[in-house]
């Protein structure tokens, strides 16, 4: 008696389609199940599951020995995915349910109910492309509905054996969170931002071009109330970056029962590991920067955050995405971010504060300053310091912009870029290659008089010009200037610390 089905497990965020073999032998003595495939942990308690569940649902197992095969077997197969399957190929085997092509996905509670699994949405949307329909637990149906996927989703083991029998069907779309397309709303808003004036216009910056930023400043000056509120001046997600972001989330369990529609704004504390920031593991896992992927990712005190972190950095920051090399396999892993980094000027903090003295030697700045001098620093586009406001701008009544007013003038900026590199694999200023910044970017004369001047004073290096000239572009879209003149090019100055050791003189 032998029955054959299909089911799908997350391996990172990848879906990988798991055909579930059972084969039952009635004239073994012995009557017991084995999973052959190497299972790990989860699979093989889902043995224990399946016998409670059928015994819950008031189904006979047969007599004999069961044997499950579940291939590739090479692949490692975590988690609970093949329950439901597993229960289904047994319940084939013993022609208690007719011949079916679906994938099935679910994990059974000890009482027979079907619950949720992880990684709906990716599964879905890869095999409905390859022709599969799908059962799948009721409480996807959200995620199922929102991949345009053929399926049939059930809240219990003994309703979905009476559907496969009868052939009756129907979803109960009430009990359906549907994903209905909110706008976008947050807690927090660039006017609860009081003063600040040079911060606020550099965020607006970051945001047109999507151009990293660090700020540098005194604890306390609100640095992190600014990161916090970038989100909120970002364009809404486009339909693509909804679905790739949800499907990350799907994966590693974090999707409720709508899909992700606002950016994710991800902040890891300085002291995690390199795994939880960059991804990896045993059972290999995405990290904070695949979970930023489409949105922001903050690290507050750069300079404490481990050295193979900032390290590792590099690659994301670099081409948008993570690699991740495990014994088996290699993982690529997206990771297109804004990054938003912050750090004090010093140890202490208040180095360069007008009322604080420091009291850090120049040794320990230095030091502290290494630390993500080179790699880092390198990569970021907008440098700005973040002082502590005077006091009469605290208590002014006046309040500045809203980022909505902010975000209308990103968009704008945005789509002035978009048209412009039409041609181009790249959307946005920040993406600009060398050769796309000797294509595009035209200096005004004095313009680039001014450049030439500063590059001198300063001994700029090539990759220094570039950005400089990269944020000098989106400040002329943002100004909606059809060439890059001595404002711009100026202003975009202004966004840089002068190699650390003009600004922190050491
Ligand atoms: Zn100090």
Not at 107 to 121: A, C, H, P, W, Y
Not at 240 to 269: M, N, Q
Request: neutral net charge; aromatic residues 8%.
């Amino acid at each position: 008696m032998f029955f054959k089905t299909y089911s799908a497990v997350i391996v990172g965020i990848t879906p990988l389609l798991v055909s579930v073999e059972v084969d039952i032998n009635t004239r073994s003595i012995k009557r017991d199940m084995n999973i052959v495939g190497l299972p790990d942990t989860a699979v093989k308690e889902s043995k224990q599951r399946i016998i409670s569940a059928f015994k819950n649902s008031s189904i006979a197992l047969p007599d004999g020995l069961i044997t499950v095969n579940l291939a590739p077997s090479d692949v490692k197969k975590e988690g609970t995915y093949l329950d439901l399957a597993i229960a289904f190929a047994i319940l084939g085997a013993m022609k208690h349910i007719p011949q079916f092509e679906s994938v099935v996905l679910g994990e059974l509670g000890l009482d027979g109910t079907i619950r949720k699994i992880k990684g709906v949405l990716p599964i879905l949307l890869e095999y409905s492309d390859k022709g599969f329909d799908f059962i799948i637990p009721q409480d996807n149906t959200a995620e199922a509905l929102a991949s345009k996927s053929k399926f049939k989703a059930f809240s219990s083991l003994s309703q979905a054996v009476l559907s496969l029998k009868t052939g009756e069907y129907s979803l109960k779309i009430d009990q359906v969170l549907t994903d209905e397309p909110s706008p976008q709303e947050y807690d927090e808003d660039f006017s609860d931002i009081k003063g600040h004036a040079l911060p606020k216009r550099a965020f607006e910056i970051a945001a047109a071009g999507a151009h990293n930023i660090l700020m540098v400043g005194p604890p306390g000056t609100g640095k992190t109330m600014f990161a916090r509120r970038f989100p909120t001046i970002l364009p809404e997600m486009d339909e693509k970056e909804v679905i790739e972001t949800s499907k990350i989330y799907s994966a590693v369990g974090l999707l409720d029962s709508s899909l992700i529609r606002i950016r994710p704004f991800r902040s890891p504390h300085h002291t995690s590991s390199a795994v939880a920031i960059i991804g990896g593991g045993s059972n290999v896992k995405p990290g904070e920067v695949t979970l930023a992927h489409n949105g922001v990712l903050f690290l507050d005190e750069l300079p404490e955050f481990r050295r193979d972190v900032l390290e590792a950095l590099r690659e994301p920051l670099e081409d948008s995405v993570v690699t991740v090399s495990r014994a088996k396999a290699t993982h690529i892993f997206p990771a297109n971010f804004q990054f938003i980094a912050a750090m004090n000027p010093c140890p202490c903090g208040y180095f360069g504060d007008k009322e604080i003295a420091c009291k850090c030697s120049a040794f320990e700045i230095k030091r502290y300053w290494k630390n993500i001098s080179g790699p880092i620093l390198d990569r970021i586009d907008i440098q700005i310091q973040v002082p502590r406001v005077e006091f009469e701008e605290m208590r002014s009544k006046s309040y500045g912009e809203t980022s909505q007013q902010i975000r209308e003038r990103v968009i704008k900026a945005r789509n002035i870029q978009k048209k412009r590199y039409a041609q181009e694999f790249i959307k946005l200023n920040s993406k600009l290659s060398h050769r796309m910044i000797e294509k595009y970017i035209i200096l005004s004369d004095d313009a680039e008089e001014i450049l030439k001047l500063y590059v001198k004073k300063y001994k700029l290096s090539g990759r220094a010009i570039d950005k400089v000239l990269k944020m000098a572009q989106t400040i002329a879209d943002l100004n909606e200037s059809s060439i890059v003149d001595v404002k711009c090019i100026s202003e975009a100055l202004q966004y840089r610390l002068n190699n650390l050791d003009n600004d922190f003189a050491f």
